[in-house]
Nanobody, 125 residues
Framework: VPLVESGGGLVQAGGSLRLSCTIS????????MGWFRQAPGKEREFVAA????????NYARSVAGRFTVSRDNAKNTVYLSMSSLEPEDTAIYYC???????????????????WGQGTQVTVSS
């Protein structure tokens, strides 16, 4: 299932960015979505997850209160709105998807079979 991220870029500390992830899926398929990131020299880590209907969300402690995950199922698109960005948020951000039932969300890499190519987010100090 193809996933395409967009919206990355260079931003100053304290600034905001919104990432988008569009999934090419049949309308009847249901996917829970997640966002992960990988900083240079570090392992990929969980950032946020959202259930099929968008009613259940989960965040990593490092981004809770600053990042918001949302989705527009009519557009097959998931968003990650990031505010109060810090240099430590610099990373390649990936979206991920898996078939799921309503209400479920997933926070570990191995639970997602489908991945996007990643989009670079750089936060300057």
């Amino acid at each position: 299932v193809p996933l395409v991220e967009s919206g990355g870029g260079l931003v100053q500390a304290g600034g905001s960015l919104r990432l988008s992830c569009t999934i090419s899926a049949r309308a009847r398929d249901m996917y829970a979505m997640g966002w992960f990131r990988q900083a240079p020299g570090k392992e990929r880590e969980f950032v946020a997850a959202i259930s099929v209907a968008g009613t259940v969300k989960n965040y990593a402690r490092s981004v809770a209160g600053r990042f918001t995950v949302s989705r527009d199922n009519a557009k097959n698109t998931v968003y990650l709105s990031m505010s109060s960005l810090e240099p430590e948020d610099t990373a390649i951000y990936y979206c991920a998807a898996r078939n799921a039932v309503t209400g479920s969300y997933y926070t570990t890499e191995h639970e997602y079979p489908y991945w996007g190519q990643g989009t670079q987010v750089t936060v300057s100090s």
